[in-house]
């Protein structure tokens, strides 16, 4: 019979109405954030950070904006630059992640918050000051160390900058540790 | 008695509720019918294209996620398809199979959207809308947990995809695939074959095949027209041509037409999934290629997929330089905006949007 | 002390409310001024119960539809979000009252006004208890149908007034909907009329020893069609399509405009469920207690404002051809069917003094029903077959008339 169907519509908005809702309220509640998101403060550890702007150049935007002068001694890695600035101005940022998977020496990680809405853009560059005080709670996102330690950003506690180890990619490792930018073929790489 | 009646002229957008986005259609009625078309593209311009050529062939998978950005999966997939043809390497098997299964959740997500608005045009106060995006958002929550975003991906790269998915997604895929059949189920209850949206979509704005042919239009509006073109099956790529589904095909192009070969879509994009979910098999899911690409100088190549909108497609020229001389974008829907004319003479104001609607653009992709 | 009576032929003197106020008020003032103030106070009760009611609709309409959509709807201000009504008015009132250029500022202007106080007339005359109605007239029926058409020239005033293309087109097709749609409307409610021997609506209440959606099914549906589409709710609300013409005549109105535009559209909601109430669920009449009047009303109307609030959820809308079609091809001869059947009925089932006992009530129900499932599905399956021959030559059914092809444009800035 002509309006069947219909029916079969209201019946269908009844039981969606008996329903638990699908949303949440945001501030109280959450839904489950996944490791690997790609939050906006960014995990920065000085201790390892060389200072080599990796990052800053493989940026697609180029918003990492970093100022060296030589000569520190740096706890893990030999000598380094003094780093006298590095800003993020997170008001452009797209959180590709790509700064991140540059980063050869892994000082550089995504965070996991997202909570980082300011009243004045000047507020949204991220100084070397904050970075430095931040919390750090890195997303694992390009970290495959961090995923098989099983890390959980927010639930685990916080990572001090020996914790976070390093990548266990081989090629990738050998593809920081030099940088190189020539290679054609996949042959040879492999 | 005659009255004087003279058409009137409307411009329908940029900022109009159901335009999808800023699209503008400046339109000439007669009373409530349809005279006259003039569509007016551009608002969205943010030369992507020309963008393209000052980064690095991985940085360019970032600008693809913005084309359109309902589908940045299939996006990346095209993209990073050009790129392998230009440097003439193959991801390994496990990156094609991700590749695959993301490319078809990401139709599932984009066909959600589409079928959701293509309801919310037709005049249902967001009932449907809520309901699909209420599936969407569990794909996304499953691209979260592969890649760390939800709209804006960027899971591909040349040469694989940028990670293996971790060990948790996979049961929640499972989980997702099994709680999708009852929610579509009832999606089709709500809509396949409700009688007002019958009335209002049955016969309404036909597209003749030959005309689909000569305007060059892709993707569901071209099958709903009843031509069986699809770059799954045509020219298969990445581990299309190892998995088994079918092509649904419209007969008379109208806009139930379209909107019953995307629900149709859902169910084999489903099928896809399954599939590669029982043949994929451990392995490498990243080709080792350095930070930044070069290709040989004079190279060209042309990556195409079969976007949940139509044939999308990514022509690269290489003058050996890090980033590319010249990259072209076909986007589908573009093209098939050159039927609006043929979609709208003649019919009425309300039909207008609706079959706008089925057509699915997305003015990010449309305008570049 | 000169204490007051009130007339019992006065025309508010079936009002018990009033006549308390009255008599207590008359104990100090004279009585002309005892007569005022208690006109005033009851006019005050009224129009703030309406209005807050409409803010109730709103609230309940948004929880409810965030419910049938699976998510949570306004919850954040108040008790479950009940004051979100008086947020967004606060919010209504402090933004800019704009009336465009080149718009007809009285005309504009006068719209909201117009549209509350129709809304607000007609409320009037429903018993929300036991001779709980402002005034009982003894023409109810007729009144609440004259005054809601009220609404009509005040949308099509704001459409013309706007000096905007959507809103020419949505008054054109309000217009076009409201006026078919009073046809069935009121031919159905014709009938309940023959079976009460009544206009006023608290006769029809007290008829109601068999509530009228059983006694005549096919009214109780042409009227709430009707009424879905006066109201301009899905599947009928071309006249604010929002995917089409933005939102139709009240595109240009913001501010307490807005507001009161909004007021008038829930507070109809209201007032039509009340209407419903009324005229077919049986009123205030309820199983126990008469002085619980008042909540069996409540609870009545609230059954209609969920059935509306349903309806909406669910369904998309219609074309503005197909909307006339299915007011003239379907519901106008369901309703003639049903005045045909009614009159008939009445007429051999009435005793020597035209009075209708409740078997007879219930013998009607039972033709009436059998008589609604038999024609719907009959009109079901007619339409059924024309939709099936216009899929076929498309598009037939635009051969109807469209509301707005005659109106003469002006050269304005658009
Ligand atoms: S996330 Fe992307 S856009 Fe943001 S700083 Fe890193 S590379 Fe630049
Ligand atoms: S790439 Fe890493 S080590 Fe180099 S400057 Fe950036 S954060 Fe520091």
């Known amino acids: 019979m002509y309006g069947l169907e219909m029916a079969k519509g209201l019946l269908v908005t009844l039981t969606n109405l008996m329903r638990k809702p699908f949303t949440v309220a945001y501030p109280e509640q959450r839904v489950r954030q996944h490791p690997r998101f790609r939050g906006e ?112 950003p927010g639930t685990s506690r916080p990572l001090g900058w020996r914790d976070v180890g390093r990548e266990g990619w081989r090629w990738h490792q050998r593809e920081k540790a030099g940088m190189r930018l020539q290679g054609r073929n996949a042959e040879d790489d492999a | 008695m005659t009255i004087r009646t003279e058409p009137m002229t409307v411009n329908v957008g940029p900022q109009h509720p159901s335009t999808h986005g800023v699209f503008r259609v400046r339109i000439t009625f007669d009373g409530e019918d349809i005279v006259e078309v003039e569509p007016v593209l551009g608002y969205l311009h943010r030369g992507t294209e020309k963008l393209a050529e000052e980064r690095n062939y991985v940085q360019i998978v970032t600008l693809t ?19 392998e043809q230009l440097l003439g390497i193959e991801p390994p098997p496990r990156a094609k199979y991700l590749r695959t299964l993301t490319a078809e959740l990401q139709r599932i997500a984009s066909h959600l959207i589409a079928v959701g608005f293509f309801v919310q045009e037709l005049g249902a106060f967001g009932t ?52 999708f059949e009852g929610e579509l189920a009832e999606l089709e209850d709500l809509l396949l074959n409700n009688e007002i949206l019958m009335v209002r979509t049955r016969g309404v704005s036909p597209l003749p095949p030959d005309v689909a042919i000569n305007c060059s239009v892709s993707g569901p509006v071209l099958r709903a027209s009843g031509v069986n073109w699809d770059w799954r099956k045509m020219a298969p790529y990445d581990a299309y041509d190892q998995v088994d589904f079918d092509v649904p095909i419209g007969s008379s192009g109208d806009n139930y037409d379209r909107f019953w070969v995307r629900v149709q879509e859902v169910r084999q994009s489903l099928r896809i999934v399954r599939q590669c979910i029982e043949q994929i098999e451990p392995g490498p899911a990243r080709l080792e290629l350095p930070l930044v690409l070069r290709a040989a100088p004079g190279a060209e190549a042309y990556g195409r997929v079969e976007a949940s909108k139509g044939e999308l497609g990514f022509f690269l020229v290489s003058d050996g330089g890090i980033s590319p001389y010249r990259c072209k974008i076909r986007s589908p829907s573009l093209i098939n905006l050159t039927i609006t004319e043929h979609l709208l003479i003649g ?22 | 002390m000169n204490a007051c009576v009130l007339n019992p032929h006065s025309i508010l003197g079936g009002n018990h409310l009033f006549r308390f106020i009255y008599e207590g008020v008359g104990q100090m003032l004279p009585c002309w001024m005892a007569y005022v103030v208690a006109g005033a106070a009851i006019m005050l009760i009224l129009i703030n119960a309406v209005l807050l009611g409409a803010a109730i609709v709103s609230w309940g309409e948004r929880r409810l539809l965030g419910r049938f959509q699976n998510r949570v709807g306004p919850n954040r201000w ?55 109605a402002l005034v009982d007239l003894n023409v109810g029926v007729l009144f609440i149908l004259a005054v809601s058409s009220l609404t009509t020239i005040a949308i099509f005033t704001a459409g013309w007034a706007s000096n905007n293309r959507y809103a020419l087109f949505g008054a054109g097709r309000a217009v076009a909907v409201l006026l078919s749609y009073e046809v069935p409307v009121v031919l159905s409610v014709l009938g309940v009329v023959l079976v009460a021997g009544s206009m006023s609506l608290g006769d029809i209440v007290v008829a109601q020893a068999v509530p009228f959606f059983l ?88 059954i209609g404002i969920f059935l509306f609030v349903w309806i909406r959820s669910t369904y998309p809308r219609l074309r503005l051809d197909q909307i006339m079609a299915v007011c003239w091809k379907f519901l106008m001869p369901l309703s003639i069917i049903n005045l045909i059947a009614v ?55 635009r051969l109807v008339v469209s509301g707005v092809s005659t109106i003469e444009v002006s050269q304005g800035q658009g």
Not at chain 1, 64 to 92: C, H, M, N
Not at chain 1, 98 to 126: K, N, W
Not at chain 3, 105 to 121: G, N, Q
């Open chain 3, 78 to 132: 108040g008790p479950f979000g009940a004051l979100q009504p008086i947020a967004d008015l606060t919010k209504l009132l402090t933004k800019e009252d704009i009336v465009p250029y080149g718009a007809d500022r009285i005309a504009f202007t006068i719209v909201p006004v117009l549209m509350v106080a129709s809304l607000l007339v007609g409320a009037a005359v429903i018993p929300f208890a036991k001779d709980v």
């Open chain 3, 215 to 302: 006694v005549q099914p096919l009214a109780f549906f042409v009227f709430v069609a009707g009424m879905s589409a006066e109201l301009n709710r899905t599947p009928f609300d071309v006249a604010e399509a929002e995917s089409e013409i933005i939102a139709g005549y009240h595109t240009e109105y913001s501010g307490i405009k807005f507001a009161l535009i909004q007021a008038a559209e829930f507070g109809g909601a209201l007032v039509v469920s009340g209407l419903i109430a009324t005229l077919f669920l049986a009123g205030w009449a309820g199983p126990v207690a008469d002085w619980l009047g008042w909540l069996w009303f409540l609870i009545k109307t609230f």
């Open chain 3, 343 to 397: 009159t008939l009925e009445v007429f051999f089932l009435r005793d020597a003094h035209g009075v209708l006992t409740t078997a007879d009530l219930w013998i009607m129900a039972g033709i009436n029903i059998v008589i609604a499932a038999v024609s719907i599905a009959v009109f079901g399956q007619l339409i059924r077959q024309q939709v099936r021959n216009s899929s076929q030559t498309a598009p037939a059914s």
């Open chain 2, 347 to 368: 019919w009425k104001l309300a039909d207008m949007i609706v079959s706008l609607g089925s057509v699915d653009i997305n003015m990010g992709e449309v305008d570049r």
């Open chain 1, 41 to 152: 403060e960014f995990t920065w550890y000085e201790e390892r950070c060389t200072g080599c702007a990796s990052c800053a150049k493989y940026c697609p935007l180029g918003i990492i904006k970093i100022v060296t002068s030589p000569s520190e001694t740096a706890p893990l890695q030999g000598d380094k630059y003094l780093l006298e600035t590095f800003d993020i101005e997170l008001q452009r940022c797209m959180f590709c992640g790509l700064c991140v998977e540059a980063c050869p020496y892994d000082a550089l990680f995504m965070g996991s918050g997202f909570e980082e809405g300011q009243y004045r853009r000047t507020d949204l560059v991220i100084s070397i000051d904050r970075l430095r005080q931040a919390d750090k709670n890195p997303s694992t996102w390009f970290r495959p160390q961090l995923e098989s330690m099983d890390y959980r």
């Open chain 2, 65 to 83: 996620d913005r084309l359109d950005y309902t589908s940045s999966m299939i996006n990346n997939q095209a993209y990073c398809l050009a790129v």
């Open chain 2, 128 to 179: 449907p809308l809520m309901y699909t995006f209420r599936s969407r958002e569990r794909i996304l929550d499953l691209f979260e947990m592969l890649c760390g975003a939800r709209i804006t991906v960027s899971y591909m790269r040349p040469g694989g995809v940028f990670a293996d998915a971790p060990d948790d997604f996979w049961p929640a895929l499972d989980q997702f695939l099994n709680d």
